[in-house]
């Protein structure tokens, strides 16, 4: 999530992994994803291409459980892994120095997802006699440097007649764009952050040129040193004919940082905060005293960019959820064993069937935990105004301590207990304390109405 903020787009991998022998999801950085810019989305892309590093124990490891074929020939030693500009520039800023060893050297591979029609294998139409060649999704993997076709195999479901295309890859996006990758805050910041750098560096430069200073001196003075700088309280003797030194000696006139640069680098970084948290300078602004239905009107109107950011993601994971789910409902084995607090149960591939929804249980519509709490109080203080009897005010409460991630609330909030028989006088005493009361047939209920309502009706119990 800190790099989709910051590139734009960030992508996960669902694949089933023969090694471990269950589905993995990896993340996949934008640099090594190749996707056409004017696609709208992976399912309708023609083709993409995942740019894969292997060592030469990892390809050995793969080629034995069948996912690639090496050629009789070979293809060659594995080369130096070089970096690309994007890494290059990401080490130099985190101070990050790679050494590579020989054991480093990999494979660098290009896995294809592309539609190809192939002889023999895809099928032809013939509509009003002309004949049309239908595609099929295939997933290629060539290696870069001898450009050998190492694997080639089928990307739809065994029994899928329609062939469908599967789709590996989930796209999270930040901000949509107007091409296929999204924006992060370096698209949406960075002229700012860059004005910012060139502003900040001209005061520090000011700053440096107005404390040590330099200039000129006539071609006739001479000091008598041997080029050290002068400490604080030294004096030095200078050979000179003029008498004055001020007239032998100009210093530079070098200004003081100037301080209308100082307020237009304020101003630049408050811009570019306020765009960055919304939410904060809303808060910030607003006035203490207003209504607190304002001051949620403002919260939601502030938060509606983020809200769509996670509308988003929140879709997303939902794909990969899916996918996760569509792997184990091929591979997974019947009645696998599993262990949830201490009792153990069974779950099978029809458990992940076409049928079955799997939905994250997130709420997209709710951007911070505080929004969240913020409706649940609005839910109590609306149950506790009502007439009593409308609303059910423990399942409420129940709600509120879920919301505020308290993890005892059933000790916190004992289960009801159902009303019992009792005297009026009990009655009584179990209702001023809150427990349920209730008529029971065989009671005596005269008695029973007579003393509630002489209680009722006494000004000093009664109230």
């Given at each position: 999530l800190l790099y989709i903020s910051?590139?734009?787009?960030?992508?996960?991998?669902t694949y089933y992994n023969t090694h471990l022998e269950r589905p993995c999801s990896?993340?996949?950085?934008?640099?090594?994803?190749?996707?056409?810019n004017n696609s709208c989305d992976l399912h309708r892309a023609d083709r993409y291409t995942h740019i894969l590093s292997k060592t030469d124990d990892q390809l050995?490891?793969?080629?034995?459980?069948?996912?690639?074929?090496?050629?009789?020939?070979?293809?060659?030693?594995?080369?130096?892994?070089?970096?690309?500009?994007?890494?290059?520039?990401?080490?130099?800023?985190?101070?990050?120095?790679?050494?590579?060893?020989?054991?480093?050297?990999?494979?660098?591979?290009?896995?294809?997802?592309?539609?190809?029609?192939?002889?023999?294998?895809?099928?032809?139409?013939?509509?009003?006699?002309?004949?049309?060649?239908?595609?099929?999704?295939?997933?290629?993997?060539?290696?870069?440097v001898s450009k050998k076709l190492i694997g080639l195999r089928r990307n739809w479901k065994q029994d899928d007649k329609k062939r469908k295309k599967k789709v590996q890859f989930?796209?999270?996006?930040?901000?949509?764009?107007?091409?296929?990758?999204?924006?992060?805050?370096?698209?949406?910041?960075?002229?700012?952050?860059?004005?910012?750098?060139?502003?900040?560096?001209?005061?520090v430069d000011a700053g440096q040129f107005a404390n040590l200073q330099g200039g000129f001196k006539l071609k006739g003075v001479r000091i008598l040193d041997d080029g050290?700088?002068?400490?604080?309280?030294?004096?030095?003797?200078?050979?000179?004919?003029?008498?004055?030194?001020?007239?032998?000696?100009?210093?530079?006139?070098?200004?003081?940082?100037?301080?209308?640069?100082?307020?237009?680098?304020?101003?630049?970084?408050?811009?570019?905060?306020?765009?960055?948290?919304?939410?904060?300078?809303?808060?910030?602004?607003?006035?203490?005293?207003?209504?607190?239905?304002?001051?949620?009107?403002?919260?939601?109107?502030?938060?509606?960019?983020?809200?769509?950011?996670?509308?988003?993601l929140h879709n997303s994971?939902?794909?990969?959820?899916?996918?996760?789910?569509?792997?184990?409902s091929e591979t997974l084995a019947d009645d696998t064993a599993y262990n949830i607090e201490n009792q153990t149960m069974a779950i099978s591939r029809k458990d992940y069937g076409p049928a079955v929804a799997v939905t994250p249980v997130s709420d997209p519509n709710i951007s911070s935990s505080a929004h969240r709490m913020a409706k649940a109080q609005a839910l109590l203080a609306v149950a506790q105004q009502a007439p009593p009897g409308m609303y059910d005010l423990r399942e409420i409460n129940r709600h509120v301590l879920i919301n505020m991630d308290y993890a005892n609330i059933d000790k916190?909030?004992?289960?009801?207990?159902?009303?019992?028989?009792?005297?009026?006088?009990?009655?009584?005493?179990?209702?001023?304390?809150?427990k349920p009361i209730k008529a029971f047939p065989g009671q005596d209920h005269k008695s029973h109405i007579a003393i509630k309502q002489a209680f009722m009706q006494d000004p000093m119990s009664g109230q």
């Open positions: 910051l590139i734009g787009s960030g992508f996960k991998k990896e993340f996949v950085t934008a640099d090594q994803f190749v996707v056409p050995e490891a793969d080629c034995a459980a069948g996912l690639y074929e090496i050629p009789e020939n070979g293809l060659g030693a594995p080369a130096e892994a070089k970096s690309t500009d994007f890494q290059k520039k990401t080490n130099e800023l985190m101070g990050v120095t790679i050494s590579l060893t020989a054991r480093d050297r990999a494979y660098t591979l290009y896995e294809q997802h592309i539609m190809l029609f192939i002889e023999g294998l895809d099928e032809v139409v013939k509509v009003d006699g002309r004949k049309y060649k239908l595609a099929s999704p295939y997933i290629l993997t060539v290696d870069s989930v796209h999270y996006c930040f901000v949509p764009s107007f091409n296929f990758y999204g924006f992060g805050f370096l698209h949406l910041l960075g002229n700012l952050q860059l004005s910012l750098t060139a502003s900040l560096r001209s005061l050290s700088p002068i400490h604080p309280g030294q004096f030095k003797d200078l050979e000179c004919a003029v008498q004055d030194i001020n007239k032998a000696l100009m210093v530079m006139p070098f200004k003081e940082p100037s301080s209308v640069l100082y307020q237009m680098l304020e101003f630049l970084d408050r811009k570019g905060q306020q765009f960055a948290d919304s939410t904060e300078q809303v808060v910030a602004d607003s006035a203490n005293y207003g209504p607190v239905g304002t001051t949620m009107a403002l919260l939601e109107a502030s938060a509606k960019f983020f809200s769509a950011i996670h509308k988003r994971l939902k794909q990969e959820l899916r996918n996760i789910a569509d792997i184990n916190v909030l004992p289960p009801p207990t159902d009303a019992q028989p009792q005297d009026p006088l009990t009655d009584i005493q179990s209702a001023s304390a809150g």
